[in-house]
């Protein structure tokens, strides 16, 4: 999954939140489901900070494609409830 151009302009956090996003938008990561936790999404782009892979989860949760639950974890966001859409 590590497919990021670290030489981009794109910010590495921005490239994690569109790799997810992607995912989202294909069904891979289904509406009320969790997405991969923090561990999981460093182990998933070797080398990555955790601060950077939280950014890229601010950055999904701000385009209102996932919500948190305090103490539970990260989830998508069903179609319906998106802002725009």
Excluded: C, F, N
């Amino acid at each position: 999954m590590d497919d990021l151009d670290r030489d981009s302009e794109v910010p590495v956090y921005q490239q994690i939140a569109d790799s997810i996003a992607e995912r989202i938008e294909s069904g891979e990561l289904r509406p009320r489901r969790p997405i991969p936790s923090e561990k999981t999404l460093m182990q998933a782009y070797p080398g990555v900070a955790r601060g950077t892979v939280r950014r890229a989860v601010e950055h999904l949760r701000d385009r209102g494609l996932v919500y948190t639950v305090p103490q539970r974890g990260t989830y998508v966001t069903p179609p319906e409830d998106r802002p725009g859409d």
